[in-house]
């Protein structure tokens, strides 16, 4: 019977799945991200954090520990290196699941699973973008016309008077219409009578 084992078991015997997710979590160090389904990835998650934490202590016996998971000396060395100092104030949580579709072969739910710190493209997006203050070009006019009202306290009305004469229409608005009626043709002027 397989009471209480609820851990997934991808299909594969426990030295198969050891290795899988061994491999899995050295790439995973190495590269930073990679793409897998989202079972695996799930699996992997489970197996990999509690290496990292591990990894946040550097003494000789994390390091033993963390090399009997992966018996390879280069994501060690790089785990404890790089990744460990750099994820050190986080209380874990040290993967992201991002979900990319089905896969066309076989449809199996792929994902792609990185590391939180590692992802570039979200912090170039984070950091704050420097813009200028930019300033309206309607207050460089308001700021002219005030400092001339309050240099000139009365206007010259000389000035004005001569500027703002009245245009008198002397055309009658009849004779606009006489005038578009001799304009049209003969047909035009019989459609408008009838």
């Not at 979590?25 to 079972?39: D, F, M, Q, W, Y």
């Amino acid at each position: 019977m397989r009471h209480g084992k609820k851990f997934n078991h991808l299909s594969r015997p426990a030295s198969h799945r050891k290795a899988l997710l061994s491999n899995q979590a050295k790439s995973l160090i190495l590269h930073k991200r990679i793409i897998t389904t989202v079972a695996k990835a799930k699996a992997l998650r489970k197996f990999v954090e509690p290496i990292i934490t591990k990894a946040k202590q550097d003494s000789t016996h994390a390091r033993r520990v963390v090399f009997s998971y992966f018996q390879d000396k280069e994501p060690v060395k790089l785990l404890f290196n790089e990744v460990a100092p750099k994820i050190g104030d986080r209380p874990g949580g040290y993967t992201r699941i991002i979900r990319l579709g089905n896969r066309l072969g076989d449809n199996a739910e792929m994902c792609m699973m990185e590391l939180v710190d590692y992802n570039t493209y979200l912090q170039k997006a984070a950091e704050p973008k420097q813009t200028k203050a930019r300033t309206r070009r309607g207050k460089g006019k308001l700021g002219a016309t005030t400092t001339v009202s309050s240099e000139k306290t009365q206007p010259n009305t000389q000035d004005m008077a001569t500027q703002a004469k009245p245009v008198e229409n002397t055309q009658v608005e009849g004779a606009d219409e006489q005038e578009a009626l001799d304009t049209q043709s003969p047909e035009q002027t019989n459609k408008q009578e009838e």
